[in-house]
């Protein structure tokens, strides 16, 4: 079954494609949008020892020119360093502005290739391929990307849409258990702000005997939350704001352990219960809304609990947050599952959501 949506915005439309094995047909799907024959591939370690000689091979036999660049795994790599090598291993190349380069892998390989495309000669073309559950239905759609400084993450990108989006659910099979979960906080997150049914559908789905039925439609209805929020918001100046539920919290645990702890989903999943748990007991949101938050982040693994960590380093991450402005950061809340909203608050009172639940 094909699943296909569209991205349409003022200056670019691009496809998204959900498909069981799309990876074996991509190159007859990169024919329809590229018509040229210089291709470069940007993946990690781990997911290059899975796949990438057969989509290598896949390519060649279709007449491409076929170049590697790998990266290590892990959050680290998105960083001024890496992106350097990057570079470096492009001009080695002799890429063009003609070339394509396709991202292949999670949401590491997805931001760091995107944000290469992006920069390198003023921006080349490229393709988003996403291996992880989490890149599938969050990272690879939207345009946004980006890399780490040591202070922060995310704080030097850039919104840069690819020309396609191919999803193949198949490639989940290879995932680590913990990073298919780790996607799973995601996917909640789209349920809590946009949509109850979704909520609980996965109240009831057993991930581990349904994965194979259930993958498509859950793909499909978060990248289709997410293209119609990005159609409506590309530049995030309000609504799309509402994609970072959990977030502001969960990028400074993420930020207070070094992103070696905890996963990008781990730690989200923690922001979505501690922001909801705190909403609840200032009466901003209905009440009973963070147990079921609780008991679906248990039912897929996930943390919940706000761990001793240093105030000040929260704070003070929190306070580098892209949603800052000026002496206020803008907090996504719910007011109930399916229904989320922004609330500015100072500063100064950012405290007031953390205590008891430090």
Same mark, same amino acid.
């Given at each position: ?257 070094? *992103? ?9 999943? $923690? ?5 909801? !748990? #705190? &909403? =609840? @007991? ?21 943390? *919940? ?9 929260? $704070? ?5 947050? !892209? #949603? &800052? =402005? @000026? ?32």
């Amino acid at each position: 079954m094909l699943y296909k949506l569209e991205v349409k915005l003022p200056q670019k439309i691009y496809p998204i494609l959900i498909k069981k094995d799309i990876i074996k047909d991509i190159c007859y799907e990169i024919n329809k949008i590229y018509n040229s024959k210089r291709i470069t591939i940007i993946t990690d370690q781990n997911v290059g020892k899975l796949y990438v000689k057969a989509l290598v091979d896949n390519l060649k036999s279709y007449g491409f020119d076929v170049y590697t660049i790998f990266i290590e795994p892990g959050e680290n790599s998105k960083s001024i360093k890496v992106l350097t090598d990057v570079y470096n291993q492009l001009l080695d190349i002799g890429i063009t502005r003609k070339a394509l380069i396709l991202a292949f892998g999670g949401g590491v390989v997805g931001d760091l290739a995107g944000f290469a495309a992006a920069t390198f000669l003023r921006g080349i073309r490229y393709i988003q391929i996403p291996t992880s559950l989490l890149a599938q239905i969050d990272s690879s759609i939207g345009g946004k990307v980006a890399v780490n400084l040591p202070r922060g993450k995310n704080l030097i990108g850039n919104f840069y849409h690819p020309e396609a989006v191919f999803i193949d659910p198949s490639l989940l099979k290879t995932l680590p258990r913990r990073f298919l979960y780790d996607g799973m906080a995601e996917v909640i997150k789209y349920a809590c702000i946009k949509d109850i049914d979704l909520f609980n559908k996965l109240m009831e789905v057993d991930i581990e005997t349904d994965f194979d039925f259930i993958i498509h439609e859950i793909i499909y209805r978060c990248c289709n939350i997410k293209k119609e929020i990005v159609e409506y918001d590309e530049k995030e100046s309000g609504e799309r704001m509402l994609l970072n539920f959990g977030h502001t919290i969960g990028h400074a645990i993420e930020r207070a352990f070094n *992103y070696e702890r905890f996963t990008h989903g781990e730690a989200v999943a $923690i922001g979505m219960y501690c922001i909801t !748990k #705190k &909403s =609840e @007991d200032m009466g901003i949101t209905k009440k009973g809304t963070a147990d079921s938050i609780k008991e679906l982040l248990v039912k897929f693994k996930l943390p *919940y609990k706000l761990y001793q960590i240093d105030s000040d380093i929260l $704070i003070e991450a929190i306070n580098l947050d !892209k #949603k &800052s =402005e @000026d002496d206020y950061i803008n907090l996504v809340l719910l007011r109930e599952i399916g229904n989320s909203f922004m609330k500015k608050v100072k500063k100064e009172d950012i405290h007031l959501f953390l205590q008891n639940e430090m």
